[in-house]
């Protein structure tokens, strides 16, 4: 009883301060009691709301434990992530592993994959409204799904299979999941209005895919264009300064031994037996088309690639080299930023390799294309590098109407009619026509641009003579060069390697090779016009005459350059000339001019001499090299300028013991700071008044060449500033004005005092989503986009992380992803991602990989089940859906 009483009298002493705080509540004046009120729901209405939202984020991250059905499965298929959500996934076929891979890919990159299907099917405005309507127009103009269609038929019957399997499980995972469950960006969409339903997957979204890469790695159509309308704007003479040619007795080429003795290239061969006819360069016409044409393509998204600025760096070791006794081989594709990236990790293994089922592979794959495109397998490596070589063509047409002139003869054009629905408006038709040369991309660039305004010709359609510009590309010639993917990454040797390569045929790359037996190589594949005499590829042809056409015939791939174990021990590509200048066929005379080829080369010849091996970690090391190429040419000018002491010379001291490189912070940060901004205020006082706005330097390796040669030559026109009336600058003058507003600049954007300037702080990484981060609505890009990383580096180094010195400091195009294969071992092997796996904002691996990126820090890359099993995390297990029925 007193036990009792005493639980009652504490029970009620508990309760007397509540009721106390509420009759004090009771008394408090009205307007307090309901602000109070006011206060207590919205704080509800707020906990609500982030409940809510932290829900809507959160419903399309993947499932990555337990087991889940996928209708077709013969077998279960084992999903291993590891910490960072790599997955490894394990099947007993083929067929198996394809549908896994569809269902995986579709789990953390769908919205990627559906953007870029409407892409490159010409689509994206049913999307995102008119902001998207230039970009479809241009694709439905070059007929990219048109293409892709016809492929698909080309294809051979495993690869189609492969396909069709792939295709099944994106579309398994779609049919068990909303749109709000696939990605947060459709919740976004369809609360805009959109009431978008995704579209089943189909082996040819997969196949059009490879058009954007393509597209993106196209060659020297820009070029074409940029050296016509610098013509016109100076001159031939001076023009030709603007472009000099590749400088072969400083910059080795990929492959220095071999020649083509009766169309095949012979590696030990010293003379070859046969040479293409000399090929004039043709001095092109119309500046008003081109630059229309120019103004079009410039306004393509820029993730689907402007074909400016983009290279690659790989290189292969022999064992003779490494400290392993095996090869080494590395890699890291230049890209331009974007977020997801392009990349997706992943491993397909058979549990038991055999014939039936002989994938045991690993790399870095396409979200949306089955297999590998980069990596290595049980027994061989590869890696990409662009070779870059002419296989785009202007010409320029003249049109009456819907004839062209071909051969003096008025010809009917092709046409066809296409109709672009567009989100939030109305559907637009477009008019397309073509020439026997390809689609007239002009018409394009017309119809969105008041042509009136600026063109002295009529617009498409009317009856007086005009001028078109029509596009001739490999990769609108049908090809199935699909088949090469499964084919790279079944091969074992290195003349299943050279078979696979030869069903490349868009885009050309460079590819290199190590395999487990210790040989190295190289080998340039894909589909290379041979062009007639009138053609040489550097300027837009007259599409009215004949022997400015190609001639039907491509460069035949026994022809291609290829080497098996150099006798230097190693191979480099850097996206430099491919061969020296005896080589009988005509690959392209717009080479990048391989500085960073040759800085690797150097790098590789010292750290091997006399008896020196190289590890892995050299070559982690040396890919993020950040040594910039012009400034040793260009700094013993900066240095011998006078300037007043203090405030101006602050900078030019920091140069004084420069070691050229380009970190992001510190004294050489700051150094380079300094040399970055003058460098853009050099080009800017040198070409800005000549040169048209569209041509003006990105400040990239073409122009360390143009601007090494005028500095041999300190009263060249170039230096002198048209802008200014009755005064001739020199050389000298330019340096000295960049140099003084160089600082002025520097202090406007960091600091009076030269030892803060930071190069990372204006050379930063921004992550941008290609669709709604560029939406203009706040909260929207703050949801999807990632910014702020701090990077040394910069265009042209080995660590090349270009900026665009006409447009600012920012970063545009970077090492889309970094590995490094070691051959004896390949659990040793390393790699790392420019963002995470995930393509769903807020999950934990969107960006986890970006902060070790931008520190030069790789991930452990397991390969073996039993280094896979210990680095596993997460184990997804998919497993055969039962018959329905």
Not at 84 to 113: K, T
Not at 826 to 850: A, K
Request: charged residues 25%; contains cysteine.
């Amino acid at each position: 009883m007193t036990h009792t009483m005493s639980t009652e009298v504490s029970e009620e002493s508990a309760q007397a301060p509540s009721r106390s705080w509420w009759r004090a509540f009771l008394g408090w004046p009205r307007p307090a009691r309901v602000l109070t009120y006011v206060a207590i729901v919205l704080t509800l209405v707020l906990v609500a709301g982030l409940v809510t939202a932290v829900v809507l984020v959160r419903r399309p991250f993947p499932q990555t434990t337990g087991s889940a059905e996928l209708a077709g499965l013969q077998t279960d298929v084992e999903v291993i992530r590891d910490a960072h959500g790599i997955p490894q996934l394990y099947g007993d076929s083929v067929d198996d592993l394809m549908r896994a891979q569809g269902y995986v890919h579709a789990q953390e990159r769908f919205f990627e994959m559906d953007v870029r299907r409407h892409a490159t099917a010409g689509r994206l405005a049913e999307m995102f409204g008119t902001d998207a309507l230039e970009s479809d127009e241009f694709v439905r103009t070059m007929g990219w799904r048109r293409v892709a269609e016809r492929e698909v038929a080309l294809l051979e019957p495993e690869t189609r299979a492969a396909l069709d399997a792939y295709a099944e499980g994106v579309n398994a995972y779609l049919d068990a999941h909303s749109p709000g469950e696939i990605a947060l960006e459709y919740t976004i969409l369809n609360a805009g209005g959109l009431d978008y339903h995704p579209e089943p997957w189909t082996a040819v979204d997969s196949v059009a895919w490879l058009k954007a890469m393509a597209w993106d790695l196209r060659g020297n159509m820009n070029d074409e264009i940029d050296r016509a309308l610098s013509v016109a704007a100076v001159g031939s003479d001076r023009a030709a300064q603007l472009f000099p040619g590749y400088p072969y007795a400083e910059h080795a080429p990929i492959v220095g031994q071999g020649a083509v003795v009766d169309g095949v290239f012979e590696q030990d061969a010293t003379t070859g037996g046969t040479r293409n006819p000399e090929r004039p360069a043709y001095l092109a016409a119309q500046r008003g088309v081109l630059t229309r044409l120019r103004e079009g393509l410039t306004r393509m998204p820029a993730w689907l690639g402007h074909g400016d600025g983009i290279g690659s760096n790989s290189w292969v070791v022999s064992g003779d080299l490494s400290d392993t006794g095996q090869p080494l081989l590395a890699n890291d594709p230049h890209l331009g930023v974007s977020l997801p990236s392009v990349w997706m990790q992943m491993g397909l293994h058979c549990r038991t390799v055999s014939e039936a089922c002989p994938l045991d592979v690993a790399g870095f794959t396409f979200s949306g294309v089955p297999g590998v495109i980069i990596g290595h397998n049980a027994d061989i490596a590869w890696g990409f590098t662009n070779l870059g070589p002419d296989v785009t063509d202007l010409y320029l047409e003249r049109v009456r109407g819907d004839q062209w002139l071909y051969d003096k003869k008025f010809r009917p054009l092709r046409t066809r009619t296409e109709t672009i629905q567009v989100d939030g408006a109305a559907d637009v038709t477009l008019k397309v026509r073509s020439t026997r040369h390809g689609p007239l991309l002009s018409d394009v660039s017309d119809e969105l641009q008041d042509v009136a305004a600026h063109s002295e010709r009529p617009p498409p359609g009317n009856t007086a003579n005009e001028y078109a510009v029509a596009l001739q590309w490999t990769a609108l010639k049908p090809a199935p060069s699909v088949d090469a993917i499964l084919a790279l990454d079944t091969a074992s040797d290195w003349d299943t390697f050279r078979a696979a390569a030869a069903k490349f045929a868009v885009p050309s790359q460079n590819l290199v090779y190590a395999d487990r037996d210790g040989h190295i190589g190289y080998q340039a594949p894909g589909m290379i016009p041979i062009r007639k005499s009138g053609n040489d590829g550097r300027m837009p042809a007259e599409g009215w005459k004949p022997e400015n056409d190609w001639t039907g015939d491509y460069i035949p791939f026994d022809g291609l350059p290829n080497v098996l174990d150099p006798a230097e021990g190693f191979v480099v590509t850097a996206n430099q000339a491919v061969t020296g200048t005896d080589y009988p066929y005509f690959l392209t005379d717009d080479w990048d001019r391989g500085y960073r080829s040759e800085r690797i080369r150097d790098r590789i010849v010292a750290e091997t001499a006399d008896g020196g091996t190289l590890s892995v970690d050299d070559m982690l090391a040396l890919q993020l090299d950040d040594a910039n190429p012009m400034a040793p040419v260009l700094t013993p000018y900066l240095l011998d300028a006078r300037l007043p002491r203090g405030y101006y010379s602050a900078g030019q001291k920091l140069l004084r013991d420069w070691d050229f490189g380009q970190p992001a912070d510190g004294r050489g940060g700051a150094a380079a700071a300094y040399y970055n901004v003058l460098w853009s205020t050099l080009l800017d006082l040198t070409f800005h008044d000549e040169l048209p706005q569209d041509l003006w330097p990105d400040g990239g390796q073409r122009w360390y060449a143009v601007v090494e040669q005028l500095l041999r030559d300190p009263h060249d026109l170039w230096w002198d500033d048209v802008r200014t009336d009755g005064v001739v600058e020199t050389r000298d003058d330019i340096i000295r004005a960049s140099l003084l507003e160089a600082r002025d600049e520097l202090t406007r954007l960091q600091a009076r005092d030269a030892g803060e300037w930071s190069w990372g702080r204006l050379h930063q990484l921004d992550l941008r989503s290609a669709t709604l981060g560029e939406s203009g609505i706040g909260p929207v890009e703050w949801v999807v986009n990632r910014d702020g990383w701090r990077l040394g580096g910069g265009s042209s180094a080995v660590d090349a992380t270009a900026w665009d010195a006409a447009d600012g400091y920012g970063v545009t195009a970077a090492p889309s992803m970094r590995m490094v294969v070691s051959l004896a071992d390949l659990d040793d092997s390393r790699w790392i991602n420019l963002t995470g796996v995930s393509g769903h904002p807020f999950n934990d691996h969107y960006t986890d990989q970006t902060d070790l990126w931008a520190d030069g820090r790789t991930l452990a890359w397991p390969f073996t089940r039993d280094a896979v099993a210990a680095a596993g995390g997460d184990v997804l297990t998919l497993e055969p859906a039962p018959p329905v029925g």
